[in-house]
Every structure is written in C-alpha cells, then in structure tokens.
C-alpha cells in the first residue's frame, strides 16, 4: 500500500524516521514507568538465561548420546545444530570437521526466522501481553523438556520449540518503544542489552554449577533420577526463571496496545481524530507517527510495510547483525585455536573469563552512557561509529596474532585485547541506534508488531548462516594459508565497510 504524505516538507527522500522535536513534546525526559519497564526486562533477562545456561555441559551431554557412537569428533557438529554458535572449547580440528558436515543451519534460528513475523503480527491483532506469555511458557517448557530429552532429536525438538514460540524477541522491543517516548526511548532501550549481558553471565553459571548435582552435591542428589537425568536441574532452575516472570507478566505488564481483539478499550476524541486511551506511556500517540500518515487504523497489511521507509532501518540491523554474529563466531575461534594455526591458544577458562569480562563491561557503560551519547551526537551519528568499530576490530586480529607469533602472549597482546574489548562496548550502541530507527519506522502504533517481527525475522536468517561462513572462512584460510591465513578479516572488514553505504542513507534527526 503506498503512502503519500500531505505536507510540503515530508517527502519521501526529506522525511525523518524519528519525530521532528514538537512545541507540546517536553525536552525534559519523561520518567520510565519503572514496574513496567522492570517486568518488561524480565521476559528479556530469560531468554539469555536459557540459552546460555546449556553451553558449559552441551560438549559432554552430545558425547554421551548414541548418535555420536564415542566420536568425539562428532561433537562439534552436533553441539553446532542444537547450539547458534560454535562452542569456544572446540579445537580447530574439530572445527574443521563440524565446518565439513554441517549442512544445515542453526535450527533454533531457523524456527525463530519462520514464526517471529507471524507472532510480531499476531501481537498486532490480540495484543502484546498475551504473545509474551505465550512466548515465556514455551521457553518454561522447551527447557523442561531439554532437561528430560535422552535423544539427539529430542533435543533438536526442544530447541525448535524454543525457536517456534519466541514471539518475546520481537515483542519485547515493540513494548519498549510503546512504554516510552520520544524523550526517554534511547534509555529505555539501552537498557535491553545490558539485560541480556547479565542473562549472559548468570546463564553459564547455572549451567556449569548444577550440571550433573550427584558429582557435586551426592547426598543431596541421591535418587536415582538425577543419574538418570544429569543436565535436568539446570534446566529446571533456567525454567524457574521463567516460571516466575510469567507469572510477573501476567499479574503486573498492562496491555501496551488498547483496542486489540483481547484489551478492548473506550475512544477518545482529540482533535477530531479517534484514539485509544492507553494511559501515560501507552502505546504510541498519533503525534508520535514517525510517517505522519492518518490513513490506518488498525494492523496494516504486509506489502505495505515493504517501503524504503520500513526497509533500509531494517537493512542496516540485519546487516550489522550478520557483522557482530561473525565477529561473535570468529572471536572464541580466534582465541582457542593455536598460535600455530592462527589463533591463541588460551584455554577455555581463560576465554570465558575474558568473554565475560567484555559482556559485562559491555552492559553496564551502555546502560549510563548510551542515551547522554545518543542526545549529544544523534543516532545516525553513533550508529555509523558503533558499525565503523567491527572494521577495527577485525582489523586488529592478525596484528595481535602476528605479536603473539613472534614474542608469545605478552603485554602487547592484552592491551590490544583490552583496546577490542572497548571497540566491542561501542559496537554494541549501534544495536540501540537501530532498534530507534525501526520502531520509528512503523506506519501506526498497530503496525510496530510487524515492523519488528519483520527485522526479526531477517536478522534470524542473517544470525543462522553468519556463524557458519564466518568460521568456515576462517577455518579455510588458516588452511589454505591465504594471506598469511588472515584474508577472512580483510572479507569482512571489506563487508564492514560495504554495508556502511546503508547506513550513511539513514535521515538525520533534525537539530542533530
């Protein structure tokens, strides 16, 4: 459905995706509704949780299944379909070989890819609230069911439940943009990444400490059960976790979209024009229409989200996505391999701490300097730095290892470790920036849904084959020694910088 704007300065190739600043819009941020926005965070704490929680035992879980018949090398190519990332332990030989077999792509991306869309549009329709708690009962059950799952398959199945029912993904981020508004939606949504860092941090915890409880805790775990079923009491902790913020959501999160098949609510008259009343940071105000336009009322149709307008903030997440899920893949790669064949050879304590560290630090400076940063420069501006820094991180891999060749791991090679891990903070604000231009990218408050399952869903497909092709890269110019083994960061810093064109055609935000 084309759209046309009626006013003088809103053309297509003048228009701003975010609001221009308005007499009636206070400059002073508006307060963040703080019950709603904590038990927002939840469903997005979760998630993380769960899906990290399984990667301290996932290596010794796959090697005791009958589908691997005692190969260890198997272990990686399994791991790899039930897992969206390489595992940081797994030796480049076994790299290799996951590399060479695996044929298909991450199924939990996969699942997500399909349905994400369909849930964003669904939570157009009935409302947001009920597609979270769909989405948080399916992530309850699929652990539940990994924990009891004996078989390869029924871990593949659990995996793909997991995939199937996460609606939250999308949804989480279009409540986000609903509970703010345009004074305080940069610190809402700086808030979502350091969540899932912290998610991050707390997930491979449980996973590594109640992981088999009766070598650990045997008196405590004496029954039979937990030998039976070694991996389920992480699981049941990790499904705990969403037990308790479903019932959160569904006691405290009120319905961010009035007027749904399931939240009907009363019109209100404004200014001749007929909206729902959805409180002080319900969904978004007709003011707040980042197209202008008045002509929907309701969820509009799919094609007519498949505008410039929509697209190119779409085209710039997926494609920073697919950087930062190569870079994510290449980096725990980078680390473990050894420095004979390319890499570090650390050990995967020493990765985990230090991938640890860079979540951590990258959560919390997001969390108090992303929105003074987004004010002062824009968020075109600290976008296309946030972008700009992967071509420097990738640039710095084979200087560190060209250091650690010659004179071993020395003081060099931290600092120049230290100085990715600051990149790596700055990277992470381009998400936030991106996550801004979408939402305000939707044609009407009742098509945020879509917009956002929409970018989820080209992101999944990006984030399912990244993995794959990045290590992939890796693994055959470290083997064909090309380049010295190091053409694969020159492909993706050239990648970098070619998909920076998208970003330089974002609009400036006016007064920016």
Same mark, same amino acid.
């Given at each position: 459905?084309?759209?046309?704007?009626?006013?003088?300065?809103?053309?297509?190739?003048e228009?701003?995706?975010?609001p221009d600043p308005?007499?009636?819009?206070?400059?002073?941020?508006t307060?963040?509704?703080?019950i709603q926005?904590?038990t927002?965070l939840?469903? $997005?704490?979760?998630?993380?949780?769960a899906?990290?929680?399984?990667?301290? +035992?996932?290596?010794?879980l796959?090697?005791?299944?009958?589908?691997?018949?005692?190969?260890?090398?198997?272990?990686g190519?399994y791991?790899?379909l039930?897992?969206?990332?390489l595992p940081?332990?797994?030796?480049?030989?076994?790299?290799?070989t996951?590399?060479?077999?695996?044929?298909?792509?991450?199924?939990?991306?996969?699942?997500?890819?399909?349905?994400?869309?369909?849930?964003g549009?669904?939570?157009d329709?009935?409302?947001?609230k009920p597609?979270?708690?769909?989405g948080?009962? #399916?992530?309850?059950l699929?652990m539940?069911?990994?924990?009891?799952?004996?078989?390869?398959w029924?871990?593949?199945?659990s995996?793909?439940?997991?995939?199937?029912l996460?609606?939250?993904? #999308?949804?989480?981020?279009?409540?986000?943009g609903?509970l703010?508004?345009?004074?305080?939606?940069a610190?809402?949504?700086?808030?979502m990444?350091?969540?899932?860092y912290?998610?991050?941090?707390i #997930?491979?915890?449980?996973?590594?400490?109640?992981?088999?409880p009766?070598d650990?805790f045997?008196?405590?775990?004496?029954?039979?059960?937990?030998?039976?079923?070694? +991996?389920f009491?992480? $699981?049941?902790v990790?499904?705990?976790?969403?037990?308790?913020?479903?019932?959160? !959501?569904f006691?405290?999160?009120?319905?961010?979209?009035?007027? @749904?098949?399931?939240?009907?609510?009363?019109?209100?008259?404004?200014?001749?024009?007929?909206?729902?009343l959805?409180?002080d940071?319900?969904?978004t105000?007709?003011?707040?229409?980042p197209?202008?336009?008045?002509e929907?009322h309701g969820?509009?149709?799919?094609k007519?989200?498949?505008?410039?307008k929509?697209l190119?903030?779409?085209?710039?997440?997926?494609? !920073?996505?697919?950087?930062?899920?190569a870079?994510?893949?290449?980096?725990?790669?980078?680390?473990? @391999?050894p420095?004979?064949?390319?890499?570090?050879?650390f050990?995967?304590v020493?990765?985990?701490?230090?991938?640890?560290c860079? #979540?951590?630090?990258?959560g919390?400076?997001?969390?108090f300097?992303?929105?003074p940063?987004?004010?002062?420069?824009?968020?075109?501006?600290?976008f296309?730095?946030?972008?700009?820094?992967?071509?420097?991180t990738?640039?710095l891999?084979?200087?560190i290892?060209?250091?650690?060749?010659?004179?071993?791991?020395v003081?060099?090679?931290?600092?120049?470790?230290?100085?990715?891990?600051?990149?790596? !903070?700055?990277?992470?604000?381009?998400?936030?920036?991106?996550f801004l231009?979408?939402?305000?990218s939707?044609?009407?408050?009742?098509?945020?849904?879509?917009?956002?399952?929409?970018?989820?869903?080209?992101?999944s497909?990006?984030?399912?084959?990244?993995?794959?092709?990045?290590?992939?890269?890796?693994a055959?110019? !470290?083997?064909?020694?090309?380049?010295g083994?190091?053409?694969? +960061?020159?492909?993706?810093?050239?990648?970098?910088?070619a998909?920076?064109?998208f970003?330089?055609?974002?609009p400036?935000?006016?007064?920016?």
């Open positions: 459905m084309s759209q046309t704007v009626k006013t003088s300065r809103n053309s297509n190739e228009l701003p995706l975010l308005l007499p009636n819009v206070p400059q002073k941020p307060p963040l509704p703080k926005i904590v927002l939840l469903t $997005c704490l979760i998630e993380p949780i899906a990290q929680s399984i990667l301290p +035992y996932i290596n010794q796959v090697s005791e299944l009958e589908i691997v018949g005692g190969d260890t090398r198997k272990v190519y791991a790899g039930i897992v969206s990332e940081p332990s797994l030796p480049l030989l076994h790299c290799l996951w590399i060479h077999h695996r044929k298909q792509e991450s199924l939990f991306f996969v699942t997500e890819a399909v349905t994400v869309l369909q849930w549009r669904i939570s329709q009935v409302g947001r597609v979270l708690l769909v948080t009962f #399916g992530l309850c699929s539940l069911c990994f924990g009891l799952s004996r078989t390869f029924g871990l593949v199945l995996r793909c439940v997991t995939g199937a996460n609606g939250n993904i #999308g949804v989480t981020k279009t409540m986000m609903e703010t508004d345009a004074t305080n939606r610190q809402g949504l700086a808030l990444p350091m969540i899932w912290i998610g991050a941090v #997930g491979p915890v449980i996973g590594g400490s109640f992981s088999r009766q650990h045997p008196h405590l775990f004496a029954a039979s059960f937990w030998g039976d079923y070694p +991996y009491l992480p $699981c049941l990790a499904a705990m976790f969403a037990t308790i913020t479903f019932v959160m !959501v006691l405290l999160l009120n319905e961010t979209l009035p007027g @749904t098949v399931l939240y009907k609510s009363r019109p209100a008259i404004v200014d001749e024009e007929e909206t729902s959805g409180g940071y319900g969904a105000h007709e003011t707040d229409d197209l202008g336009s008045k929907f969820p509009v149709p799919l007519s989200l498949l505008v410039p929509v190119l903030p779409i085209i710039c997440y997926s494609s !920073v996505s697919a950087i930062q899920i870079v994510s893949a290449l980096q725990p790669l980078f680390y473990s @391999t420095i004979e064949d390319g890499g570090l050879g050990t995967p020493t990765i985990g701490l230090w991938m640890s860079q #979540g951590v630090a990258n919390i400076i997001q969390a300097f992303f929105a940063l987004i004010s002062k420069l824009g968020p075109k501006t600290l296309r730095i946030g972008h700009g820094a992967y071509a420097l990738l640039g891999f084979p200087i290892h060209m250091i650690a060749w010659r004179s071993g791991i003081m060099s090679v931290w600092v120049l470790l230290s100085c990715q891990l600051f990149l790596s !903070v700055v990277q992470g604000m381009s998400f936030s920036c991106a231009y979408v939402t305000a939707a044609p009407n408050p009742k098509a945020l849904g879509a917009v956002n399952g929409l970018s989820q869903t080209t992101v497909t990006v984030r399912a084959i990244g993995p794959a092709l990045a290590t992939s890269m890796f055959y110019c !470290v083997e064909h020694n090309i380049l083994g190091y053409a694969v +960061y020159l492909v993706m810093i050239a990648i970098t910088l998909t920076s064109v970003i330089a055609m974002l400036v935000v006016p007064g920016k």
